[in-house]
């Protein structure tokens, strides 16, 4: 059972830049947990600090319920997938993958079946006698995961994986590493800056901003429920509307809660018609954009001096210089305060 | 159909690179065969010269084509020992140089990929401080710190030693520096990946590094044993025994200017067989040494 704790966790650099600033998260058995967030808020410090690559300023990393800060990185039994592979360059693919086993003084005869067998299932099998720089970005990104999982360790670490890889492939390796993880069964930390991949791919969803976590939750509960306005604006593409409620009309204002500073919807949420049919419970927004993608178009708007993005499905006849009457159901509304946390 | 079969052969070197013509390539053949025979001919006719007779030398004109002595000159020089050095024998001589050389190489390769490794790769207090000092020494040539040095020698009683010759040569900052550049440009990540596979600071020195400098280490020892063999200066203060001269020493021991008793064709064989351990280490390591010159491995 490798469970991952992590209890006030801080890390702050010799120059004094506190790049971690007491984080905790619980990790349970063979969930893969996402941290995201924008560059420079501390997820790859927390990662690099889990491997046991970056020392602990305060705070313990507990894996299976024992702390490791001590610990140098090959005790713990941890694996990390890289950003850029860091694949010994020299190296077969087969010797890539049997370095770790070897240094471990695994068995000779072990070393072959498990390597042959990773090689199998990540369909690498002919490629074991090639070296790095004749592969593919794709093979090389699946060398790297099998040198992960030749260890069979109780911990996987990814670090941004897959942006080095194309949209395309990144998609395809994206579901791959999700089944694989789901088959090993084995407890994983996953480090990315694209939401996206951070919404498909989670168990746990980490959301952090500047040494701190934001929020914590299953993806979707995420998405519904955004704890602050940081999360409503870096989870969901397009992002969340936020509009100061000093710029709304008062028949939106009543149904707010006491201190309430920003009125926060989705832009699916957002239903709209023609201006004419303005009413009481409705924002006036003036369109100034239109992006149609195929199965959804964005309109881009404006209402007084906030923008805002709304969803129609499919093609819309809507365009830009029309007038819009928006109206948001109350149920669908987040509420923020003047700090940006959650009302209600 | 363009199959693949069908395209040019993806190799340009048959092929006349764009905005060259037939007369620019025959001007740069005649350019190129004018040098070759510039640089060339006095080492043919040194050749021409180790195999005639004593006489024929010195009496001109000397022939333009190999006479009948060479098997007689060369095993004189080698194995007879040669009378103006005290009879000691250009083999003696060639294992000096090519210790030497060989010392000095390997030697300087040791030192400075250790002492890059522990700069590039440690934390330790002073780090830039070392590096300066290393950096500076490249400023500090033997010939600026000779006295020093030979007082050194002469007190640690090295003075007609193998040692005497090597060390002194060896400390090199422009080999640190050379492999310095290297290192910092492995990737961060790889040192990683290392610690997390459970190599420690040795396996990742042996299994790691080692491999991935090898084309530098190549190019490296192909320069520095072109430069031990060609030292001049160090090596005549330091040897005083004929036995323990290296053979660039000896060569010009050979020569005397105020008698006329010089044996030239013996001179014309040393030197043939001073050129050529040079000529064979550049020509068996050529591959290598290109690709250590312009190529990284990553």
């Known amino acids: 059972m490798a469970t991952v704790d992590l209890k006030d966790v801080r890390k702050t650099y010799p120059s004094g830049v506190e790049a971690v600033k007491g984080v905790s998260i619980a990790i349970h058995d063979k969930a893969l947990c996402v941290l995201v967030g924008p560059s420079g808020c501390g997820k790859s410090t927390l990662l690099r600090m889990i491997a046991g690559l970056e020392a602990i300023t305060d705070g313990a990393i507990a894996i299976e319920g024992k702390v490791v800060n001590a610990i140098g990185p090959a005790e713990r039994d941890i694996a990390m997938v890289f950003q850029n592979y860091a694949l010994y360059p020299h190296m077969s693919v087969y010797d890539n993958m049997a370095y770790g086993l070897r240094n471990r003084g ?12 990773t090689a199998k299932t990540l369909e690498l099998d002919h490629l074991l006698k090639r070296q790095p720089r004749e592969l593919s970005g794709g093979q090389r990104q699946r060398v790297a995961m099998g040198r992960a999982i030749v260890r069979n360790p109780k911990v996987f670490l990814f670090d941004e994986p897959l942006s080095n890889l194309d949209a395309k492939l990144r998609g395809q390796m994206r579901v791959e590493i999700k089944n694989l993880q789901r088959a090993l069964g084995v407890t994983s930390v996953y480090v990315t800056h694209d939401q996206l991949e951070a919404m ?25 429920r955004p704890e602050t306005t940081f999360v409503a604006s870096f989870i969901g593409a397009p992002p969340m509307n936020l509009l100061p409620v000093a710029a709304l009309p008062s028949s939106i204002t009543s149904a707010a809660p006491a201190g309430a500073a920003t009125l926060g919807f989705r832009p699916e949420d957002g239903t709209f018609s023609d201006h004419s049919e303005q009413s009481q419970l409705s924002l006036a927004a003036e369109v100034e954009g239109v992006e149609p993608v195929g199965a959804e178009s964005f309109l881009y708007c404006r209402h007084a001096d906030n923008r805002l993005i709304l969803r129609a499905s499919g093609r819309t006849t809507v365009e830009p210089g029309a007038r819009l009457a928006v109206t948001i159901a109350p149920e669908k509304m987040h509420w923020f305060d003047g700090e940006g946390k959650r009302l209600s | 159909m363009a199959e693949p079969s069908m395209l040019p052969p993806a190799s340009g070197h048959d092929k006349l690179m764009i905005g060259q013509s037939a007369a620019g390539i025959y001007l740069a053949h005649a350019v190129l065969i004018l040098g070759v025979v510039i640089v060339a001919f006095p080492i043919y006719y040194t050749f021409v010269a180790s195999t ?61 990929i250790l002492s890059a490794y522990a700069i590039v790769f440690y934390r330790f207090p002073l780090r830039m401080t070392f590096f300066w000092l290393i950096f ?9 710190r000779i006295l020093p040095t030979y007082k050194v020698m002469v007190d640690l009683g090295l003075i007609d030693t193998y040692a005497g010759l090597i060390v002194p040569l060896i400390a090199s900052a422009t080999a640190t520096l050379l492999f310095r550049q290297f290192f910092l440009t492995i990737p961060g990540e790889l040192v990683e990946a290392a610690r997390v596979d459970g190599a420690g600071p040795w396996k990742f020195f042996k299994d790691i590094l080692l491999p991935l400098s090898r084309t530098n280490i190549a190019a490296l020892f192909v320069i520095l044993f072109i430069y031990g063999w060609t030292q001049y200066l160090w090596p005549l203060l330091v040897t005083n025994r004929n036995d323990m001269n290296t053979i660039v020493i000896a060569l010009r021991k050979m020569i005397s200017f105020a008698d006329a008793d010089t044996e030239w064709h013996l001179v014309m064989v040393t030197a043939i067989l001073a050129i050529l351990p040079p000529i064979l280490v550049v020509v068996l390591m050529q591959r290598w040494f290109v690709r250590g010159l312009i190529e990284t491995e990553k």
């Open chain 1, 106 to 117: 695994t068995p000779r005869d072990e070393i072959d079946r498990r390597v042959r067998a």
């Open chain 1, 200 to 224: 498909t791919l989670a168990d746990v969803l980490v959301v952090m901003n500047a040494g701190v976590v934001e929020q914590i939750g299953a993806p979707l509960d995420v998405y519904e």
């Open chain 2, 52 to 112: 005639h007779t004593l006489q024929t030398i010195l009496r001109p004109p000397l022939p333009l084509v190999p006479g009948s002595e060479a098997v007689a000159n060369y095993s004189e020089a080698l194995f007879g020992g040669i009378g103006r050095i005290g009879g000691v024998g250009v083999g003696t001589l060639l294992f000096n140089s090519t210790v030497t050389a060989l010392g000095i190489a390997l030697g300087k390769i040791v030192i400075s």
């Open chain 2, 136 to 144: 500076i020494t490249l400023m500090l040539p033997v010939e600026v």
